[in-house]
């Protein structure tokens, strides 16, 4: 897909989680302890990544705490995109070479990752030119992630909603899209800003399927939704579908890029 941006002039940046090796410390905004893992070396970095669930199944609060950083990773990189300086001259650097004044800004997200390109977008809509979900759906509560965590997922999952409705100075739009909660508010967002959310969802996606988001597709809110033959949910993985998704990726993009074209504005 990011190649096919790429020939048609678009650049496509991706950001790393808090604990991905190639994490850029430079967008560390709220030097959070839990989430600072990027520090580490890489066989603390293993030990990490292999306790994920369980780290999640004892301190699920932690899921907050990533998602507040990400968020302003998300933030920072389209304030520095768009106005084309960074917090360093490396970073001013890059944007200045590759985008230009008035540059518009999407935002897209894949799996639990489609969520936080939502909150993104929820937060400050008019700073996005749209945002692109694949494989994702509007809140936590519409994923079933048992293919992944098998048992776990369920008590994961309530654990999660459970002990983060008791947690102050939470990012805006967590609780309406992580927590599942505020749900008519959510549907009036996605309404109001339909002309600029398109969701694409693979047919044989176990996590994020359509019968997840019937509350919200298209009769209540005229979301946009594509829906790829035969993708299940893992897009980048072979032995799971993932070659599937290499024979619609450049499709998917140039649906992408022409949805960014002639929507209509939203308002």
């Known amino acids: 897909m990011g ?11 991706l950001l790393p989680l808090p604990q991905h090796y190639s994490r850029n410390v430079l967008f560390n905004v709220n030097d959070y302890d839990e989430s600072d893992h990027y520090l580490l070396n890489k066989e603390t970095l293993k030990s990490y990544n292999a306790g994920l669930t369980f780290g999640f199944l004892r301190r699920p609060e932690l899921l907050a705490k990533f998602n507040a950083q990400v968020m302003e990773d998300v933030k920072e990189l389209t304030r520095a995109v768009t106005s084309r300086t960074g917090s360093s001259p490396a970073m001013n650097e890059f944007t200045r070479a590759h985008f230009d004044v008035g540059t518009e800004v999407s935002v897209l997200g894949f799996s639990v990752g489609g969520l936080v390109a939502l909150q993104s977008f929820l937060n400050q809509p008019h700073k996005y030119h749209s945002c692109i979900l694949i494989n994702s759906g509007a809140s936590f509560q519409d994923m079933n992630a048992s293919q992944v965590f098998r048992q776990h ?3 994961l999952q309530r654990a999660i909603i459970e002990k983060s409705r008791g947690l102050t100075g939470l990012p805006d739009n967590f609780a309406a899209v992580f927590l599942g909660h505020e749900k008519v508010m959510l549907l009036q967002q996605l309404e109001k800003y339909k002309n600029k959310l398109l969701l694409i969802i693979g047919g044989s996606d176990a996590i994020f399927n359509m019968s997840n988001l019937l509350n919200i597709v298209p009769r ?4 946009a939704v594509f829906q790829i033959p035969g993708l299940g949910h893992f897009i980048n993985i072979p032995k799971l579908g993932g070659d599937i998704w290499t024979g619609w990726s ?5 649906m992408i890029l022409s949805f960014n074209k002639h929507r209509p504005d939203s308002e």
Do not use: I, M
């Open 3 to 13: 190649a096919a941006f790429a020939e048609s002039g678009v650049a496509a940046v």
């Open 220 to 223: 209540e809110t005229g979301l």
């Open 153 to 155: 997922w369920r008590s």
């Open 250 to 254: 450049r499709f998917t993009a140039n």
